[in-house]
C-alpha cells in the first residue's frame, strides 16, 4: 500500500491546506487515539450523525452499526457514509477574536460501509474494540457467546478515501495585532481519566487491572 | 416554548428507549458543555461529517459554516443538516464483552441550517463562541472588524426536532456473569486543561487571565 492516500475532489482540505495531512502514519495515529467516532449517513432527505465506538484494524474501520444497520439490511453493495474522528488539543486564544482558533487534529473517511457477516470477522473486530481501549481486557473478559455475536450489528468501511487535517502550534495573530495589551496563548486539552469505581458488586479480592487504574489515551 | 420538544419518527430514541431524552433542560446542558459540535450534510451520493465550533443562543444553534455554506449559496431555504453534541463520561467495564459501554451525554438535532447574513445576528453569535468557551474574553480581545465579519461564514439552525440519549451509572451485567472472578467498574473521564502556554510575543507584565488559568469545563 503506498504511504498515502491520494487526495479526491471529496476528502482535499480547501480551506487552510495547510492543515491537510494525507499520509497513512498521521491518519492512524489519529483513528487509533480516538474512543468514539462520528458515522454520517443520509436518507432522501435528511442526514443522520451518530457517535459510536470504533477501531481501525488494517485499512478498514469498523464501527458499531445499530442505527445504520437499518438502513443497510438489503443494500448489499453498502450504504454511503462519512466516518469522523476528531481530538481537541488547545483553545488558541489570539489576541483578535477573528484569530481565535482550536489546536485539533480530524479524520474523514468516505466510502460505502457494509454489514459484517462472518462470525470470525465479527469476533476479530470486537477484539480490535476491546484492546484499541483497554489493552488486556478481551482476555480478561468473558468473551462474546453465539447469542451475542449475532446480537451485534457491526459495519465495515475500508480506508480509501481518506484525509486528515490538524492545527497545532501557537497563536497566530495578525501582525499589527501583536502590540495589543491582550494575553495571548494555548489553553491545552486533553481527555483525563479519574480512578477507576468498582463495581458494588465486584469481589474487592479480586485486583483493579492496570489498564482501569492507569488508563491513558 | 414547551419544556419538551416532541420527539418525531426521525429523533425518537428507538434503540435502548430509556436512554432518551427530550426536556429542553437536559438538552440544553449538553449543548452548553459541548466545545465542538459535528455537523452532518449531504450532496446527492455522499455525507459528510465536519467538525466545527458552535454556540447555543435561546432556542437555536450557531455554527462555523465554511465547509458547509459553500452548499448554501443559493440555497435560500436552508439545507438539511444534523447537528451531534457527544461528551465522553467514563468507559463502562463489564464483566462480559459483550456488555462493556460508554457512559456519554450526546444531542442530535435535525433540521434546515440557514445561512446568517445579517451583521448584528452575525456579532451576536461570535460573542456566544467565544462567551460560551471562555467567558469575559470577549471584552478582552480585538472584537471583529466588518472584514473579519464577511469573512466569517456563520450557519444558523433552530431547535425544533431535537434528542439526546445518556447512558449513566453501574455496569450492568447478566445476571450469571456477576459470579464470574472479572474485575468491573468504570474509568471516568472528562476534558482536562493543563496549564495554559503563553505566547512567546505576549508581554509578561500582561496577567494570565481566569478563564485561562483556570479552565473548567
Known sequence: MPESFTPTERTRVVREP???????????????????????????????????????VGDAIYFHGSAASRMLRGASTGIPVCITVTLTDGL?????????????RSVVALGKA??????GEKVEALRAFTEKILPGRWEDARQPNEKELKATSILKLELTEVSAKIRSGPVQDDEEDYALPVWAGIVPLRLQADPPIRDERCDPAIPTPAYASNYKR
Not at 21 to 46: M, N, P, W
Not at 114 to 119: D, F, H, I, K, S
Open 92 to 104: 488558541v486564544l489570539a489576541r483578535s477574536v477573528f484569530n481565535h482558533s482550536m489546536n485539533y
Open 18 to 56: 495547510h492543515r491537510g495531512a494525507y499520509d497513512r502514519e498521521t491518519i492512524y495515529k489519529i483513528l487509533d487515539e480516538g474512543i468514539v467516532c462520528h458515522v454520517g449517513f443520509s436518507t432522501a432527505d435528511q442526514p443522520f450523525v451518530i457517535p459510536t465506538l470504533y477501531a481501525r
Open 114 to 119: 457494509t454489514l459484517v457477516e462472518a462470525p
